[in-house]
């Protein structure tokens, strides 16, 4: 084991950075301000091609970032959040592909976002920081793309919000997207998933720790962004998944269940995962991100979904899971039909699990087959 | 228009309260403890008849109380929370049966509960008051019910957390239920439902003004307990609904949906129902009666959901709505094969609705065709 490998043998991953947009010429963004400027956290797994025809951008959900597969260091007990499908001979092959990934826009870990100092006042921005949208998340990283000599991207991926993101990618720049991989998204959140995001954000905002947004240097609004945190991850899960993995099991099992602070297994689950979210996580990121996908609207901004597509030149691969009630499967189906009428290439596939919504950040055979073929057939098509 | 009847020319209605278990004697509950004096609010409509076979006790759900049918005084803006289901001629009709309903021991409508003054201390009980199960709600109704000289119920009705105490009665009193009507409910809640519940909780708990419970007197947790209702919302609703409801349309139309602080309507109602709620309900409350909720488990309690209704000698109608997503129709199915098992009468009807789960507390014709028939033929049954 030598300095580039980590504990598994394998290479270490680094986090890099770049910065752009510096004022007064920024980026213009969604809502019509000029904003700058923008630092942009990102990672690159394999190695670019001579014709740069093997680059994939990874686009992450909600609580992702850049790191999105490897090691960091050499005690780094976690891999990225989609090692098990971006290594050599995984679905995202890196002998084969270049693939980058970024921390989007608003976002917590590198990217400027909430937390950022502001660099005219010395102090992070808080609710200062402009409005982002997918689109302007999405106008980043064609920054980054090009100012790492990208020309076109065999493939713009993404599960969720990354999904949306790459739906946007293949609409706002249609010459440098072969192919879209769309998992478990929509072209608009539902009224129900609006309805979720705004009780997380209502959690946040009345921790009394959170103070209008500038608590940085102070004690964080953790109970809230804990809260928030739970009741996104019951709605990652389906009902069925949940029962398997905890009936109604007592965490400890000698309660007898006539004691108002027994815990049921379930409650236990929630807040570890709503204690291991705040170590990591902005609150104030979790209030812009859930407002750019709730913003999410293809059929509001071009009329219809049909119109939206009308212009892209992309191969879609759209997948959805068949227990995921936070984006269901018609919802791609909406997708999938509005490319059809456009005359569009996609390949739809409803994957048959009992995980829901997450079923795309686990270990899932039959997706990852899907991406694997997906890519190779793209990749053989612009290489001939 | 005389004093005893209302702007709509019916009678008013009067919300009376029953004390008991005065201690030492008190009322032994489930956990082991002696607990008293319980005072019970109820409401009765309609008139018992000579022989005292009329008598039908409907059981509220987490939210409800006493008042469930007509107006308490001249100008009370809205009559009781079932107030269309009960009354001449519907179906719960006044003209033929004596109709009860009372507040649930851990509420806070008139019934003791958490925020009732402790007599041993002088101030409210808050987290002093002891652990309540649907069993401890049960036995103080079984108290009224023998206060009111009533020794047979022809029916005992009730949806979701009124459908536990319903199915509850038939197990503990055989003898003294002809017959239920379980409505949108189950024989223990998913682990998906405690996880809501959870959530619930959490917001109360997190709030600044909850103070472990001992905020009366001082500024209550409204925010938290707003947050709990708005979560709760969420899941009363079906996706569909709230599609139907809301799409993605925005509360001001001019919103261009670029600016963090403007709302989806969906958003805005919530807020209002959540806003609606504290006005009118005691956050401990919510507590006590969700865990109560929790830990109803007849298949914990007898081994089996069969082995509950072993002993049952009531006829049950059995109800789900069909986008019920809390209370879904499989865990309807689940307490109609146990009876069937048992060999028990029983009729089952999944009605076909987007209303989800909150379907049996609006007009639904079909719900009110089935009560109606089902407690006609009964009363029938007893009557000859």
Redesign the interface.
């Given at each position: 084991m030598d300095n580039f490998t980590d504990k598994h043998g394998s290479e270490l991953t680094e986090t890099r950075y770049f910065t752009f947009a510096e004022m007064p010429e920024g980026l213009k963004l969604?809502?019509?301000n000029t904003f700058g400027p923008i630092t942009v956290a990102y990672e690159t797994y394999g190695k670019i091609n001579s014709t740069g025809s093997n680059a994939i951008l990874i686009c992450h959900a909600l609580s992702g970032n850049a790191h999105a597969a490897g090691y960091l260091s050499h005690d780094d007990p976690f891999p990225g959040w989609w090692d098990s499908y971006i290594g050599p001979g995984r679905a995202f092959d890196t002998d084969r592909y270049f693939i980058i990934c970024s921390n989007v826009l608003g976002g917590c870990d590198g990217t400027t976002g909430p937390s950022s100092v502001n660099p005219d006042t010395g102090v992070p921005y808080g609710?200062d920081f402009p409005?982002v949208?997918i689109l302007d998340m999405v106008n980043v990283q064609y920054h980054l793309v090009r100012h790492l000599g990208i020309e076109k991207l065999l493939a713009v991926a993404g599960g969720s919000m990354g999904g949306m993101q790459a739906l946007k990618w293949a609409i706002a720049y249609p010459d440098m997207v072969s192919s879209v991989i769309a998992i478990a998204t929509s072209a608009?959140?539902?009224?129900?998933g609006?309805?979720?995001n705004?009780?997380g954000r209502?959690?946040i905002i009345?921790?009394?720790n959170w103070n209008r947004g500038q608590y940085y240097g102070s004690w964080p609004p953790d109970?809230?962004l804990s809260?928030a945190r739970?009741?996104g991850h019951?709605t990652y899960?389906s009902?069925q998944h949940?029962?398997e993995?905890?009936?109604?099991r007592f965490q400890n099992p000698q309660t007898?269940?006539?004691?108002?602070k027994s815990e049921?297994e379930?409650?236990s689950y929630?807040h570890h995962q709503g204690v291991k979210f705040v170590d990591r996580f902005d609150a104030n990121s979790y209030?812009?991100i859930t407002?750019a996908i709730?913003?999410f609207?293809l059929k509001?901004d071009y009329g219809s979904i049909i119109n939206a597509f009308e212009n892209v030149l992309a191969n879609f691969l759209v997948v959805s899971f068949s227990s995921d009630?936070l984006y269901?499967s018609s919802r791609a189906k909406d997708i999938v039909s509005a490319l059809r009428v456009n005359g569009k290439n996609v390949i739809y596939t409803d994957i048959e699990t009992d995980k829901g919504h997450d079923a795309f950040l686990v270990k899932n055979p039959p997706l990852e087959k899907n991406i694997s073929n997906f890519l190779m057939r793209e990749f053989e098509k612009i290489s001939v």
């Open positions: 969604r809502n019509g609710l409005f949208t608009s959140l539902s009224a129900q609006i309805a979720f705004e009780v209502q959690a009345n921790d009394r109970a809230g809260l739970m009741i019951i899960l009902e949940m029962h993995k905890f009936v109604r007898q269940g006539f004691d108002i049921f379930v409650e929630l209030l812009y407002r709730d913003y609207d509001k009630w269901p």
